[in-house]
């Protein structure tokens, strides 16, 4: 960060610099630019007037409506399946070789009341008191042992050789082989405020968001590619020969080759999954029922699982690509009001929001967060363009007009 | 702009989900800027579709940019301004001059809501209004887009050095509106110390 006490600037200095103007028309501050205003009266007086100018080029507000968008891309859309690339595939660090099916699917349901139809000691694995409160996520091998991950975004990756390996490390576990038996399952715990990424061995990868816990296998020698979820997370899955199957407490996901965005938790009476490309089957998974409910839902749409009643309902969800925008590491919202939000950062920093009915309802606000900072970073910025204060208290954000 | 690097790449290769993220980050904006040359909006939306129907088509030939929305406005000036001046032919008589002649950009298509504005405001828009086309639309992607003079001159078919000039000379008006003229001031300094 610069002095700015000390340098003085014209108002043509002002008027040229990238980074004020952007101070002026978006209030990003990376040089304390408002410093400059507590300055002598012939400084302040180049800022506002350099100000003054710059905000004349502040963007409209004019907006497409949201159906206008929505049916704009769906032609675009269609037309990605009519021109049929030469799959060009440009291979770079993290993301080699991906091909046309991407799924994406955040599942949440409960842990342990998970019943597998063939015997397995699954349930074994996962007990249900797992503390998500912790600073870094953790893998849990098969004989137990837990293993730290560092990194506020680590990655897991599943070797050619079945071997396990940590941000580009192998694991190397002389005590215990990764998976030792068939059934083995390495699960995944992302503690709030964190997030994973998951590459398995065919392909696919999975980006696991704050407070989820994924458990997964080699696929090798299995008939079906099978992983557990618990909370929220985004998968891309590889197309092939083995059905890939997203497997929840309640309801099962199987991926017919797309990428789509699911989001299940425990203490929510919903279970969304949402669509963007390709198709997935949504179905309800309860031995008793005669007649599965089975849905299959095309791209750009939502279906919501009622726990209370089991029924599925299918929505459109243009703005399905926000619900999926995590995985670079940052929340994008269009048009939500605050509820919407404070769920979200209270889903993602375990906090509780306190707040008037009339606040959360009133306005409609868009956006973009950086998940890489820290609620009070995100607070201030919110409370700037939503005008209100707050106050932390023991994991409880108080929030006035 | 790291960010923008990454998500074409991932478009180049074939991820359709690229291609969504880059179209909701950049159809409002590409509507505001349609507005500026037309309040057409089926043509604004038709032109932007051609838009994306041009980055699908032309995938796996797409070079690098580190700048999304700079290549989507540069596609998207040219795709309209066709559109535009085909219609301009339509009605005029001297068809090739019109032909020739560039669209015009103006803050002027928008709703102004000017109710309650200070009288400075006032005074600087009128200032605004008095620009030349080309001057405006070179003020927008400076301070708008935040585009570089590069880019500037892409979009305007500039050269560097002129337009630069434009910005100097547009910018030197509006200072004025502010910080009056510097002469007069000094004039009447003289004239007191006789």
């Not at chain 1, 100018?53 to 929505?70: M, N, P, T, W």
């Not at chain 1, 909370?231 to 497997?247: H, I, L, Q, S």
């Not at chain 1, 309902?313 to 994008?332: H, M, Q, R």
């Amino acid at each position: 960060m610069l002095e700015m006490k000390s340098k003085k600037y014209t108002v043509d200095e002002l008027l040229e610099n990238k980074d004020f103007a952007l101070w002026v028309l978006t209030g990003k501050c990376e040089n304390n630019w408002h410093e400059l205003l507590k300055s002598d009266s012939k400084q302040r007086e180049a800022v506002e007037n350099a100000r003054d100018i710059i905000q004349l080029f502040e963007d409209s507000k004019l907006e497409l409506e949201g159906e206008a968008v929505y049916s704009l891309w769906e032609n675009i859309h269609t037309h990605t399946h009519q021109i049929k690339p030469k799959t060009k595939v440009i291979s770079w660090q993290k993301f080699s070789g991906w091909a046309a099916a991407v799924l994406l699917i955040a599942m949440v349901g409960y842990w342990g009341l998970f019943v597998h139809d063939e015997a397995s000691s699954y349930q074994a694995q996962f007990s249900h008191e797992i503390n998500l409160d912790t600073e870094r996520a953790h893998l849990i091998l098969a004989s137990g042992k837990h293993i730290w991950l560092d990194k506020t975004r680590p990655e897991i990756s599943i070797a050619a050789n079945n071997q396990l390996k940590i941000n580009d490390q192998i694991l190397f576990d002389s005590d215990h082989a990764v998976w030792k038996h068939e059934n083995d399952l390495v699960q995944l715990v992302v503690p709030f405020g964190k997030q994973a990424l998951v590459n398995l061995n065919d392909g696919s990868k999975v980006w696991v968001n704050a407070g989820s816990r994924l458990a997964f296998s080699s696929f090798k020698g299995k008939e079906v590619r099978e992983v557990y979820l618990l909370g929220e997370a985004c998968f891309d899955v590889r197309k092939n020969e083995k059905r890939f199957v997203v497997k929840t407490e309640e309801v099962d996901v199987t991926v017919h080759g797309t990428f789509f965005n699911v989001s299940a938790f425990s203490d929510e009476d919903e279970i969304e999954t949402t669509l963007l490309e390709g198709s997935v089957a949504v179905k309800e998974r309860k031995n008793i029922r005669v007649f599965e409910n089975e849905i299959m839902l095309k791209p750009y749409e939502k279906a919501v699982f009622q726990k209370t009643d089991g029924t599925i309902e299918v929505e459109k969800a243009p703005n399905a690509n926000e619900y999926t925008a995590w995985i670079d590491g940052s929340f994008t919202f269009f048009k939500e009001d605050l509820s919407e939000v404070f769920k979200q950062l209270k889903r993602y920093y375990n906090v509780d929001f306190v707040a008037s009915e009339a606040l959360l309802n009133e306005q409609e606000i868009s956006g973009k967060l950086d998940l890489n900072s820290s609620l009070d970073e995100v607070l201030e910025m919110l409370s700037e363009i939503a005008e209100f204060n707050y106050k932390i208290q023991d994991k409880v954000v108080y929030v006035e007009q | 702009m790291k960010k923008d690097e990454k998500l074409w790449n991932e478009f180049r290769g074939g991820c359709n989900a690229a291609l969504s993220h880059i179209y909701y980050q950049n159809v409002q904006k590409l509507y505001r800027y349609g507005r500026k040359f037309t309040d057409n909006d089926e043509l604004i939306k038709d032109t932007i579709q051609e838009v994306f129907f041009h980055l699908i088509e032309t995938r796996p030939r797409l070079g690098r940019t580190d700048n999304i929305s700079y290549y989507l406005y540069v596609c998207f000036r040219r795709k309209l301004a066709l559109h535009i001046k085909a219609n301009r032919q339509l009605k005029s008589i001297d068809s090739e001059k019109d032909m020739e002649q560039d669209i015009d950009f103006s803050f002027e298509h928008e709703l102004v809501q000017e109710e309650g504005s200070s009288e400075k405001k006032q005074k600087l828009n009128k200032a605004l209004a008095k620009l030349t086309l080309k001057q405006r639309e070179i003020l927008y992607y400076k301070y708008t887009c935040g585009f570089s003079y590069e880019q500037i001159c892409e979009l305007t078919s500039l050269k560097y050095d002129s337009a630069r000039t434009q910005v100097s000379r547009a910018l030197s008006a509006l200072k004025r509106v502010l910080m009056g003229d510097g002469v007069s001031i000094n004039f009447l300094t003289i004239f007191r110390f006789r």
